[in-house]
Nanobody, 125 residues
Framework: VQLQASGGGLVQPGGSLKLSCAAS????????IYWFRQAPGKEREGVSC????????YYVDSVKGRFTISRDTAKNMVYLQMTSLKPEDTAVYYC???????????????????WGQGTLVTVSS
């Protein structure tokens, strides 16, 4: 099981970025895939998840209405479209899976399962 996040970068407040998660070694649409982030000096925070049962999506309150998670089953990819970015969104973002159909609770994300190298998102003017 391998997951690789990409697409991070430096963006001004109010800008947009689209993160990509490339899955390999397993069929990602069979499982829930989620994004978590970790800012310097802070604990990991679950950001969003897409389930495999019905593609239901979940978001932490701070990103609702701004971030959208999606998947492309043909490409074995999951995406996180981020808009109206704020400085507090600055963090390393990781995509992960626990190889379950359903999403884990947001507060449990990033502590078990599989994830690879993250991608740094910096929101600054």
């Amino acid at each position: 099981v391998q997951l690789q996040a990409s697409g991070g970068g430096l963006v001004q407040p109010g800008g947009s970025l689209k993160l990509s998660c490339a899955a390999s070694g397993f069929t990602s649409d069979y499982y829930a895939i989620y994004w978590f982030r970790q800012a310097p000096g802070k604990e990991r925070e679950g950001v969003s998840c897409i389930s495999s049962s019905d593609d239901s999506s979940y978001y932490v309150d701070s990103v609702k209405g701004r971030f959208t998670i999606s998947r492309d089953t043909a490409k074995n990819m999951v995406y996180l479209q981020m808009t109206s970015l704020k400085p507090e969104d600055t963090a390393v973002y990781y995509c992960a899976t626990e190889l379950h159909v359903h999403c884990p609770p947001l507060y449990n994300m990033g502590y078990r399962g599989y994830w690879g190298q993250g991608t740094l998102v910096t929101v600054s003017s």
